[in-house]
């Protein structure tokens, strides 16, 4: 059975800095693309990023280039969110999600297995 458990999220001043991290079991971790969603209150799920099997190519939403950064470990079954110049507008739960294959995808379809989420709270 596949489980995502993400950690890391919390309360944070606009300007600062939040790691999430997302623990992978049940599966060939190197063998998934990898991605972050958040849903923020009242919106739908949206994408915010999205690594390769092999870590070579990533994807962001406009929204959040240069100040995310995803990567993974593939010996630890983790993926991680670098997550910079947080803003207000950054608030939401925070999704790990992963599908099997090669492709970079965007939207939530495309992705099989999810997480439980992990709330990030910026403040102004």
């Known amino acids: 059975q596949v489980h995502l458990v993400e950690s890391g999220g919390g309360l944070v001043q606009a300007g600062g800095s939040l790691r999430l991290s997302c623990a992978a079991s049940g599966l060939t971790f190197g063998g998934y693309v990898m991605a972050w969603f958040r849903q923020a209150p009242r919106k739908e799920r949206e994408f915010v990023a999205t690594?390769?099997?092999?870590?070579?190519?990533?994807d962001y939403a406009d929204s959040v280039k240069g100040r995310f950064t995803i990567s993974r470990d593939n010996a630890k079954n983790t993926v991680y969110l670098q997550m910079n110049n947080l803003q207000p507008e950054d608030t939401a739960v925070y999704y790990c999600?992963?599908?099997?294959?090669?492709?970079?995808?965007?939207?939530?379809?495309?992705?099989?297995?999810w997480g439980q989420g992990t709330q990030v709270t910026v403040s102004s």
């Open positions: 690594i390769s099997r092999s870590r070579g190519n990533t």
């Open positions: 999600t992963c599908r099997l294959g090669y492709e970079l995808r965007y939207t939530e379809t495309d992705y099989t297995y």
